[in-house]
């Protein structure tokens, strides 16, 4: 059970942050003025961060969840 909750945290936070980074932060068009350069998303940074952290997080849950037992 263990092994299936970090790979799904770690499905989740990869496409997390493709998603952030190629459609949510990627800039309009050529960065010739600071409107351009910004994203398109004012939060999307956030995201990708927290699409990092759940990837991070997935090796400690997999550490501190108990492994179960066929017994």
């Keep these: ?17 493709f998603v952030t980074f190629f ?3 990627a ?3 050529p960065p010739i003025a600071e409107v351009y350069a ?4 004012p939060f999307s940074p956030a995201l990708f961060i927290l699409g990092v952290m759940l990837i991070f ?8 969840l108990p492994e179960r037992t066929g017994d």
């Excluded at 910004?38 to 998303?41: N, S």
């Excluded at 997080?57 to 501190?64: F, H, N, P, S, W």
């Design 38 to 41: 910004d994203p398109r998303v």
């Design 27 to 29: 800039p309009l068009g």
């Design 57 to 64: 997080l997935a090796g400690v849950v997999y550490e501190l």
């Design 23 to 25: 459609f949510l932060a």
């Design 1 to 17: 059970m263990r092994t299936a909750i970090a790979i799904i945290m770690v499905i989740v936070g990869l496409f997390l942050m």
